[in-house]
């Protein structure tokens, strides 16, 4: 059995990263000083070995009484002075040494050097003789201050590193409390207490939309709890009816000997009731295969203006009993599943003809919308009556629930026909849509028209 894997420590990885970014910065300014400290001293060697240059060729050509009368060990010596750092050489045309005085511990690894031609007046040679002249400059000295200095300053960037590492560590986990703060809020919460909320004064910013989003989502749990509740009560309310209307029936018939006549009469009446408990069970296992993403199946070119068709065909003898009217209005081809596009119209007819106004009509409207280069076919159903409350019309389309909680015409509505609806809008990966407003009452789908006939 494989072990599992490590859990990230936010804290010690913004500490590490932290730490690491330090000594980066640190180690990159330094190398920065270093480079640049290193590249002037090599300018000033430089410079100085040209100073030289100049002032021994000044002195060696200098035929002034002053030096006239000095001899050329003399004068050069005399012009080391003071300078332990500094060497001389001079080699006549013919290769005789005619002065020298770089010490044997010196190589060139440690020097710097310069070769000129010169011409030498000193009072032994009767006339100027050219020669040629080797200035030496000892770097040892300049390079142990530049190791020192490379020294200072990798130590000061390994305190530096140290430092800032503790420091952010600290502040890291400072920074990490608020979010300890908000774990304790969350530990609090439990599902018998959805009034609780998160609280998000004194937290930064960062948090906030964190906050905002979890009630957001506490809000909606909260409703959908209380649907829940209210669908059990409604399940509970609903089956216990029908249920116990059975049980009585036949207890009641049990009792004694019947005719074959009034089992008859008693078995219909069960069959009613039996149906009605069937379509509430088979309306909660739709809703439940479409939550598990099951998609439409029986996909081809359908005409919605057919199907809605069909579905007033099938509605016309309860608009007559309502004295109500059913209007077809346009059309659009989309590849649907056209029994679920039914059941869905079907779903919503049902739902106006039971709050339209007696005379009124109610109103198929279809029609092709352009959207972002992208045709989507909406159909909607549209009746005069009753305002619907804005605290409900955006939940209408949420399973169980109900506007009226009196549980009006239970026997026919148990508060799964629009989510049906909803759902199957999802299964074409479409959606729906209600407005109420001045007496009109719409509810509709809008289907992505992906190939049209």
């Known amino acids: 059995m494989s072990a599992a894997p490590a859990v990230p420590h936010l804290g010690r990885r913004l500490s590490r990263w932290m730490a690491l970014l330090s000594m980066l910065g640190l180690g990159a300014v330094s190398l920065v000083v270093f480079l640049v400290f290193d590249s002037t001293l090599s300018a000033r060697q430089k410079e100085m070995l040209d100073q030289k240059q100049q002032s021994l060729m000044h002195v060696l050509r200098d035929d002034s009484t002053a030096h006239r009368d000095k001899s050329l060990d003399h004068l050069l ?53 050219a020669a040629t002249a080797t200035l030496v400059m000892d770097l040892r000295p300049d390079e142990a201050l530049l190791r020192g200095l490379g020294w200072t300053l990798f130590a000061a960037m390994v305190a530096g590193s140290l430092l800032l590492a503790l420091a952010g560590g600290l502040l890291v986990q400072r920074s990490l409390q608020p979010i300890e703060s908000l774990v304790s809020q969350i530990s609090l919460l439990s599902a018998r207490d959805f009034a609780r909320r998160l609280d998000g004064s004194g937290l930064p910013q960062e948090l906030q939309p964190i906050v905002t989003q979890f009630n957001a989502l506490l809000d909606r749990l909260a409703d959908a709890y209380r649907q829940l509740e209210a669908f059990n009560a409604d399940v509970a309310h609903e089956l216990n009816t029908p249920l116990a209307t059975l049980i009585s029936s036949t207890e009641v018939v049990l009792r004694k000997p019947r005719s074959v006549d009034e089992l008859r009469d008693v078995l219909e009446s069960n069959l009613e009731d039996l149906r009605r408990i069937a379509g509430m069970v088979g309306d909660m296992l739709f809703l439940s295969r ?29 608009a007559l009993d309502a004295d109500l009217r059913l209007e077809v209005v346009g059309d659009a081809q989309v590849q649907a599943d056209a029994p679920l596009l039914r059941r869905a119209l079907s779903n919503l007819l049902s739902n106006a003809t039971r709050y339209a106004l007696a005379g009124s009509a109610i109103r198929i409207d279809i029609r092709t919308r352009w959207q972002h280069e992208h045709a989507h076919a909406v159909i909607s159903v549209t009746n005069t009556g009753p305002d619907i409350a804005p605290e409900h019309l955006r939940h209408l389309f949420d399973r169980f629930y109900r506007a009226d909680a009196s549980r009006h015409n239970s026997e026919r509505n148990h508060g799964l026909g629009l989510a049906i609806v909803k759902a199957i809008a999802k299964m074409h990966g479409g959606s729906v849509f209600a407005q109420s407003q001045g007496g009109v009452t719409t509810f509709g789908l809008i289907l992505p028209v992906a190939a049209v006939a």
């Open 77 to 129: 010596s005399d012009f080391l002075a003071g300078h332990g750092d500094y060497a001389i050489r001079v080699v006549d045309n013919q290769g005789h040494v005619l002065f020298d005085s770089i010490p044997a511990d010196w190589n060139s690894h440690h020097t710097m050097l310069r070769s000129f031609a010169v011409g030498i007046t000193a009072p032994q040679y009767h006339q100027a003789r």
């Open 290 to 318: 479409a939550d598990q993403g099951v998609g439409a199946r029986e996909i081809g070119v359908v005409s919605l203006a057919a199907v809605a068709q069909d579905v007033v065909e099938f509605y016309e003898a309860v």
